[in-house]
């Protein structure tokens, strides 16, 4: 085989280990089996992406032609290999009732928080600036690199949309918790109180030593 076969078959068994290593690794306790099981989905179409990078820029002749820039790239989808060992972010949420604005979010969220970092900072976000300073800078221009630098700003702007609504809908649950513990306190305590009054009208004779019956309060708390 020719020395670019060689490579892409390389870079192709190299992420099918990482997967499939990454299934038969034990489960720890932060993360589900359906959560890995979709984790591992996941990792199937990121690994199709990450090979579409390398095999689509390294094919251009002038890019092989420059070491720096070769450099560059393979620097950038060693960088995204990181998501492959890493897990869910797991945050326990039994004092979430007293824990802080930001570990409450992280708890509630971690999951989608920890897909967007993932995407931002790791594989789309570097994937189109490196396809950015290609086409722009180094005029390399062609109807693949164009179709996937749009992709990854789709998915970039995707990503900012979807932690904006998480942001909002986070904003909206602690105004609706707020609301509700401060109409908790300012409702009167309704405690049972009782009225002692002597049985059989006593009351008009002064007879002390007539028994007495205790009758309920029927005042209501408004």
């Given amino acids: 085989m020719c020395d670019p076969i060689w490579t892409l078959s390389l870079h192709q068994t190299f992420l099918l280990l990482l997967i499939l290593g990454r299934w038969l690794l ?8 359906d959560q890995l099981s979709q984790l591992l989905l996941l990792f199937v179409g990121t690994a199709a992406d990450i090979l579409e990078f390398t095999s689509e820029t390294l094919e251009i002749e002038n890019v092989r032609n420059k070491d720096a820039l070769v450099y560059a790239i393979l620097a950038v989808w060693t960088w995204s290999m990181l998501q492959f060992p890493l897990d869910l972010a797991g945050w326990s949420c039994e004092s979430a009732s007293s824990a802080k604005v930001f570990h ?107 028994p007495e019956e205790t009758f309920p309060d029927s005042a209501e708390c408004l």
């Avoid at 034990?26 to 089996?33: A, L, V």
């Avoid at 570097?126 to 290609?134: A, D, G, M, Q």
């Avoid at 900012?160 to 909002?168: C, I, N």
Wanted: charge should be positive; proline fraction near 4%.
């Fill in 104 to 210: 409450l979010l992280l708890c509630r969220h971690s999951a989608d928080l920890w897909n967007i970092g993932i995407s931002l900072f790791i594989q789309d976000g570097p994937f189109l600036v490196v396809r950015l300073i290609l086409m722009g800078h180094f005029q390399v221009v062609n109807q693949m690199l164009v179709f996937f630098a749009a992709k990854n700003i789709l998915i970039v702007l995707l990503q900012l949309y979807r932690l904006v609504v998480l942001s909002l809908d986070f904003h909206a649950s602690l105004q609706r918790r707020a609301k509700s513990q401060k109409g908790a306190t300012s409702s009167c305590p309704c405690e049972p109180s009782s009225i002692s009054l002597p049985s059989n009208g006593l009351l008009d004779r002064g007879d002390s030593s007539a």
């Fill in 26 to 33: 034990p489960i720890g306790g932060e993360i589900t089996r």
